[in-house]
């Protein structure tokens, strides 16, 4: 992926934890992300930011979290650059 890290690993879990706040509050988001090397991430993404990243999940699309630069890439919002390949946890560009 352009601009993507070495350390750039395909998202295959993703769960979140919402704990209330007080009255009035959006409380707080808590969301891990399991990689395909099997390592647990842990994001705190604010209300606003949690509803697009839910939506994000539900459409078509592969996640890749870039570890060194904090990133979350979100790939095929429209049409397929990237597809997981049948089998494997791998991930290449779409043919």
Known sequence: MPGASEQTRRVKVLNANWTAGPD???????????TDDDQQHTIAPSPAAMTALVALTRADTVLLRDRTNRTLIVANLVGKWLEVVPGSSEVRRAK
């Open 24 to 34: 009035g509050d959006d409380g707080h988001f808590e969301v891990m992300l399991v």
